[in-house]
């Protein structure tokens, strides 16, 4: 299995994928899931994909071998804004997909994918897309602010609940590795190291470009805080019926029942009245 | 969908279910899906069902219909163990898709369903139970203590995380509101109300059995509390490049690269020198 997330901020995109490729548990490799297109003050173009291996490979292989014919031929390094790089890398995903119809028809999840797309070429603003199997997408506006590709619904709720468009790069890249941890630690198939890209707006270049491994000081303390947060968080909600008489419903029906001391429910007057009695 | 999760602690069981079943967005409808057969002083058997309604309530009327045969048949009523009450519910579930064997090859989706079985029988021990469409079955141990069917992946990280045999009840359901909480956050498709069960160990009756709505204070008060907690255990994280060194990684390709004031690098007794400088 396979996670990515992209996630696009006022002040540039994190990008971040797993390098866990397995068929099968006995046959566990690593391959890189992100492919980066730079250059220096002109454009940087990250694709990050999940599904079939095979089939990724071969739509960043004829990605590739367009930029090879040269600066006239419509390639990922001679398109004019992020917009028509999603075009092209959609029409590539088709153009594969028309020529392997008869595999596709006897085996559809040979040819299943999705792609996370983003970057900035100059001239454009940063942006960040979706790109479906069929070659259509989606980009992220000021509502959705990430894509998640793979393995994506245990990483889920704490993007949903933190994610920010005016995030610093730094609160975001810390984002990013704790919705990979939840993910690491619930699903085996999903595993370090992770390939992180910080993309800072109006650069035209890669901010920074690192394989997270699974000893890294960083990760491993993030890790182990976010561990101790998220169970100190939980030790300090009230749990279920400490207040609003919940308590109550939980204890009546109980074997340890305690009754209730009898004096709570007795009138002040009775009390004091039967106090008088024994002591005249 | 669905979301049901199962908690198996020493001192007792926690169910908890959805209520959401939706056949499409403008035809939304409650349905219970938390099923209990209880008498006083002998048995409390709650199944929780995720999948095809029509075939999860087929299979709860098959049961039902052998209770009523009465007490010389063999029923939910008459079975002596949870393992006997898990095999039988496992009969069931293979005897009516014996009965479909056409309607399964030509839709298989119309009979997929999943449910969990806890409680306990007088002279059994309180157990849980998962139970696969196929009719087998896995039982939880103090290893793995929970099962959860449906949309189950939102709401696993924090099990993982939190849960452990040893429990308090009011923590454990605290656990599980939780637990949906963070799925009901991420997936329309599971909607409140929750219904939510407390079974203690060896009491033989329900101990707590309430249907959680959308206003209920407690809920509300927890999944705001959390939702806080979160944000604050998330901010209370160094971000990525505080410290080790990353800051500077990530600042010598920034922008906004702001040199460390020289003055902070100075030695104290430089800064005492000027001092007395000035003093002198």
């Known amino acids: ?11 540039g995109i994190i990008f971040a994928s797993d390098t866990r490729t397995n068929a099968g548990v006995d046959n566990v490799a690593t391959f890189g899931k992100m492919h980066v297109w730079e250059r220096v003050g002109d454009r940087v173009i ?16 004829l990605l590739n071998e ?7 031929e419509h390639s990922l390094m001679t398109v004019n804004t992020m917009f028509q790089a999603a075009r092209l890398i959609g029409e590539t995903i088709r153009e594969l997909r028309r020529n392997e119809r008869d595999m596709i028809e006897q085996n559809p999840s040979l040819f299943s994918a999705s792609f996370i797309l983003g970057g900035q070429i100059a001239g454009d603003s940063h942006r960040l897309f979706q790109i479906y199997q069929e070659g259509n997408f989606i980009e992220a506006t000021k509502d959705n602010i990430y894509f998640q590709i793979g393995e994506h619904k245990y ?7 933190v994610a920010k468009p005016d995030m610093r790069m730094g609160v975001a890249a810390k984002l990013v590795l704790i919705s990979f941890d939840s993910t690491l630690r ?13 993309y800072r707006k109006d650069e035209l270049k890669v901010g920074e470009e690192r394989r997270i491994e699974e000893n890294d000081p ?7 805080a976010w561990s101790e947060a998220i169970r100190d968080a ?3 909600i009230d749990e279920y019926g400490e207040d609003e008489g919940g308590i109550e419903i939980l204890k009546t029906r109980g074997p340890d029942t305690i009754p209730k001391p009898t004096e709570e429910a007795v009138p002040v007057q009775a009390t004091a009245g039967w106090i008088k009695e024994v002591d005249g």
């Open 1 to 11: 299995m396979t996670y990515c997330v992209g996630l696009r901020l006022d002040r």
């Open 46 to 61: 990250v694709l990050m994909s999940a599904g079939n291996l095979a089939f990724t490979q071969s739509i960043v292989s």
């Open 66 to 72: 367009r930029i090879d014919l040269g600066p006239d």
């Open 155 to 161: 990483g889920k709720p704490i993007l949903d609940r």
């Open 186 to 198: 619930s699903n085996l198939s999903v595993g370090m190291p992770i390939d992180l890209l910080i």
């Open 218 to 224: 960083y990760f491993r303390k993030l890790s182990i």
């Open 234 to 236: 939980f030790a300090h």
